[in-house]
Every structure is written in C-alpha cells, then in structure tokens.
C-alpha cells in the first residue's frame, strides 16, 4: 500500500479514535489540502470502512494513562483494517455490496432498499446497497431517499455519513465540488471529519453543504425548485446560463457547449422538461443574443 493510502487509513483511525483533538482535525485538514490526491483516497478508504460496518467505541471509563496507550493501539488496528479491506478487496464500487442500483443519462427510477426504505435515484446516479441492506454508499448523482421503519439507514457519500431514522426523508446530491444534503421531513443526522466529533443535526427545510476543501455551511433552499427534479423538470429561478447548462447537460445525451463566456453570466429563470428533448435550445435564441450549431455530438452555443 503506498505512503498515501498509509497515511489516509491513519487518519481514519485518528478521527475515531476516543482522544482524538481539536488540533488533530486541523491538520487533517492541513494535510488534506496538501495535495489533491488525499482527499479521493481518503473518501475511498472511508467509504470502504463504513460499507464494511466500521467499528464502534466501548462506553467504559478507563485511566488517562490506559487511554493514551490504548488508542495508540486501536489507532494501528483500524489503520491495519482499512488496510487489510484495501488490499483484500479491488478498489471498485461493487465491493461489500448486495446489489448496486443505477440510472442512465435523462433516466429516474424508483427503488425499494428495504419493506422500510424506498429511494428515488436521478439521472447518472449509482447507489451501493451494504449486505444488511441498511447501509449504503451513493457513488454520484442525486437520489431521495425515505424511511419509515424504525431501524436507522445510514447512507455514505463522499466521506459524509447520513442517518436516517423514522418518518425521514433527506435529498443527498454529489456536486463537483461539494456533497448537499437537504432535510425534507423529520431532521438527519450528518457525521463528516469536518463537522467535528460530535456531528451535526440537520433540520427539515435545511441544506448542509459539505466542500471538497473542508468547509460547509448551511442555507434554506427553495424546496420546490430543488425536488422538482422528481417530477422530470427543472425549475430555474433566475440562476446564470452556464449554471443551467450544467444542469441540464446531466440529462442530456447530446451535450451543449458554452463557447460564448461573456453569456456564461446571463440570469435566466423558466421551467425545463426533461423529456422534451431539444426545447430548451429551441427557445434559447429568442431570449439571448446568440445562435447554435451542431457540433460532433454536441450543441455549441456561440455569440451573435
């Protein structure tokens, strides 16, 4: 295994470990940020860990002296178990997984997890159900993800764990640069090395945004712009055309190409169906100074 896969399991057993500090998770940070490469391993070990149950800590009180060896231990034998699954099992999705559920580009499909769990997975997304069928990793893409039983679901996206209880729903989305998840009923439970040990509660109607550097924050959003998506289509309210061509182009098998960067900016607001094909672009001429060409698999939109 080589230093940065090393270095990675490490800090998982560091992060979980019973006196890790303050100061441990800045320079988690700090060595995140070091390069570009830890943070994807880091998430890959950590996801690996989770599907693979993880390991929970003994409610004991024991001396200082006894705490300071024994997690020097348990920091080694957590770095030996996500070392030993690392090299045991191939870095692909489909490890420690039941079944892996998936959608293809403009496709929406309802899955049952379990007699208490039903998720809605939007277009490009992959989900890897966990063999007791109560755990599960959302590789990418966005899904809906509702429990009515009173057994916890915990979901893995991107180094952040979400828990759902009873009566919850939550709409989990893996960005570029930031993984959101939103509280649609009764409140979740987020844990992420950011949000320090103690985790943090998110609450119906809240957004909590996790970024690649380390940083979240939380808003209220506009719910039914950000779950109009179920319905096969998008709502866009004053948001920049690039924005929305991004938006778009998940659910596009023809991409649109933005070759004009003075209009990247421009606000529009409207509603897009998915299913409609080409109308965006049909309509985009008439609202903007601009034109479209067809290019090699894709709508190229260049200036007037």
Same mark, same amino acid.
């Given at each position: ?46 996801? $690996?860990?989770?599907? *693979? ?27 030996? %178990?996500?070392? =030993?699954?690392? %090299? ?8 420690? *997984? ?24 939007? =277009?490009? =997304? ?20 509702? +429990? ?21 729903? *939550? ?38 945004? %996790? ?51 003075? $209009? ?8 897009? !169906? ?6 965006? $672009?049909?309509? $985009?001429? !008439?609202? %903007? ?5 067809? *290019?090699?698999?894709?709508?190229? +939109?260049?200036?007037?």
């Amino acid at each position: 295994m080589d230093i940065t896969k090393t270095r990675a399991a490490e800090w998982i057993a560091r992060l979980h470990a019973e006196d890790c500090t303050d100061l441990d998770r800045d320079r988690f940070r700090d060595w995140l940020a070091s390069d570009p490469r830890n943070g994807p391993v880091f998430e890959h070990l950590t996801e $690996l860990w989770e599907l *693979a149950g993880g390991v929970t800590s003994p409610s004991v009180t024991i001396p200082h002296q006894t705490i300071r060896r024994r997690a020097f231990s348990r920091r080694h034998a957590l770095a030996g %178990l996500v070392a =030993t699954v690392f %090299l045991a099992v191939p870095p692909r999705e489909g490890a420690h *997984a039941s079944r892996i559920e998936e959608t293809g580009t403009g496709s929406i499909r309802d899955v049952r997890l379990t007699s208490r769990a039903h998720c809605r997975l939007d =277009t490009q =997304t992959r989900l890897v159900v966990g063999f007791d069928e109560q755990r599960a990793r959302l590789c990418h893409g966005q899904i809906m993800l509702s +429990i009515s039983g009173p057994d916890p679901f915990h979901l893995s996206a991107d180094g952040m764990t979400v828990q759902l209880h009873d009566q919850t729903a *939550a709409d989990i989305r893996i960005n570029r640069g930031n993984t959101e998840v939103t509280a649609i009923r009764g409140r979740v439970f987020l844990s992420a090395a950011p949000l320090r040990e103690a985790g943090r509660w998110v609450m119906p109607g809240q957004r909590l945004r %996790l970024y690649r550097n380390g940083g979240w924050n939380i808003d209220y959003p506009d719910l039914e712009t950000l779950l109009s998506w179920q319905s096969g289509e998008l709502v866009f309210r004053n948001q920049p055309l690039a924005e929305v061509i991004q938006e778009i182009n998940r659910y596009a098998s023809r991409q649109i190409v933005l070759s004009a960067p003075r $209009l990247a900016s421009q606000r529009l607001s409207g509603v897009y !169906h998915v299913r409609q094909g080409d109308a965006f $672009l049909q309509m $985009l001429p !008439h609202l %903007l100074p601009l034109r479209i060409r067809a *290019a090699h698999n894709a709508y190229e +939109i260049v200036s007037l």
